[in-house]
C-alpha cells in the first residue's frame, strides 16, 4: 500500500510559477514510478508527467514540455513537479500517483492504483 498527499497548488497569473509536492508513505519510495496527472473540469484525467524510481528517467506530455519539470527526493519521500510559465489551460485538479503496472504503460491513468487527493492549480490569464 502507498499513500500519498500532494500539496502547493494556489492560484497564480499567467506566466507565473508554482511547486507542487507529494508525500508518499508506506512502501520503499525508491522502488517505484511516480507521475503526475490533471483533470480539468468537464475533462478526462490526463498524464503530465512521471519518473523512474531512481529519478534517471523522466516522462513528460508534449503541452508540458520544456515548462515542467518532474523529480523526486528520495530521502524525504517526496515527488515534486516545477510547473513555469503557466496558462490558463494548466488550469486543473493535478494529482500524484505511484507505482504504475509498466506492462500498461505509465502515461495511462489506469495503470496505477494508488492516488493522491488532489490539489488544485487555477491560472488566471
Known amino acids: 500500500q502507498v499513500q500519498l ?14 511547486r507542487l509536492s507529494c508525500v508518499a508513505s508506506g512502501r520503499t519510495f525508491s522502488s517505484y514510478t511516480m507521475g503526475w496527472f490533471r483533470q480539468a473540469p468537464g475533462k478526462e484525467r490526463e498524464f503530465v508527467a512521471a519518473i523512474s524510481g531512481s529519478g534517471g528517467s523522466t516522462y513528460y506530455a508534449d503541452s508540458v514540455k520544456g515548462r515542467f519539470t518532474i523529480s523526486r527526493d528520495n530521502a524525504k519521500n517526496t515527488l515534486y513537479l516545477q510547473m513555469n510559465s503557466l496558462k490558463p489551460e494548466d488550469t486543473a485538479v493535478y494529482y500524484c500517483a505511484a507505482d504504475p503496472r509498466l506492462n500498461i504503460g505509465i502515461r495511462i491513468r489506469g495503470a496505477y492504483d494508488y492516488w493522491g487527493q488532489g490539489t488544485q492549480v487555477t491560472v488566471s490569464s
Open 5 to 18: 498527499v500532494e500539496s502547493g497548488g494556489g492560484l497564480v497569473q499567467a506566466g507565473g510559477s508554482l
